[in-house]
C-alpha cells in the first residue's frame, strides 16, 4: 500500500491509475497534474495529490515537504534544496569553491574550537531543516554548545548559529535574495556570503528580525568581527589565484 507522502514514477502512477505511460507523460508536459521534477525530464508524482488534481482539474507543481525531499532518490553530481516549498537542483560546487570552503572551515574550526568546546562545525552536503518545507544544504554552519538539540542523526532540526554560503557562477542570486530571506525568516544569527569572483565576504547580523551588514572585507583585507572576539581572517589565503 503506498504511503500518503510517497513519491512515485510514472510508470508505477500509470499501474496505478490505469492509465498509460504515454499519457502520465503528456499529463505532467501540459501540467495537469502535480509532479516534482529531480533531473532532466524525471519525474516523480504523489499518487493521493494526483487524483485530487485530476479530479479538481487543477494544474499545479507539486510543494515539497521534507518527508517528500527525503524520499527522492540521490542525483549524482547535483545538490538538492527545497526552498520554500521548491525543489531546487544545482551543480555540485567546482574545485576552488572546495578549496575556499575547507580553508575557512578550517581557520573557523580552529576558532571555535578555542571559544566554545562544546559547539560543532559542520560542512556540505548535510541537510538543514529550516520548517517543514524548506530543507537547505549550507556551504558551512555552525551549531553552538547550547544547540546540540537539533543535531539528529542524519540531518539538523533548526537554525544554526552561524550559516555561511560560498557562492557560485550558478547560485549567485539565490544565496543573496532566496536563501538570505529564508535564513533571515528561520531566525539564522550571523550569515555570511563569500564571493569568489568579487573576493569579498559579507557579514550579516540579525537584527530586530532583520540582516544588516556588520562587517565586509575584499581582496586581501583582514577580516575582523565584532561578534567573534579575536577571530582574524586573512583574505588572501582565501582566493583561488593563491593555488
Known sequence: MLKSKELITALR???????SVDTIWRYTRDKKIPFVEIGNKQYRYNLELVLSALASNKTAKMRIDFESYCRIPWDPGYRLEVLDGELIKDPIPNVNHQRILLTLAG??????????????????????????????QPDLFYLTGEQKELIKESYINGAPYLVVEVLSPYNRSKDRLQK????????????????????TIECYQLIEGL?????????????????????????????PDRY
Open 211 to 239: 540582516y544588516s551588514l556588520i562587517t565586509y572585507g575584499m581582496d586581501n583585507d583582514l577580516l575582523k568581527h565584532q561578534n567573534f572576539e579575536g577571530l582574524r581572517i586573512e583574505l588572501d589565503q582565501l582566493w
Open 13 to 19: 502512477l500509470a499501474e496505478e491509475l490505469d492509465l
Open 107 to 136: 581557520i573557523l574550526r580552529n576558532y571555535f574550537k578555542a571559544v566554545d568546546t562544546d559547539g560543532e562545525l559542520f560542512i556540505a552536503p548535510l541537510d538543514v531543516k529550516l520548517d517543514q518545507y524548506t530543507v537547505v
Open 180 to 199: 538570505l530571506q529564508l535564513y533571515q525568516k528561520a531566525k539564522v544569527l550571523q550569515y555570511w556570503i563569500v564571493d569568489p569572483e568579487d573576493k
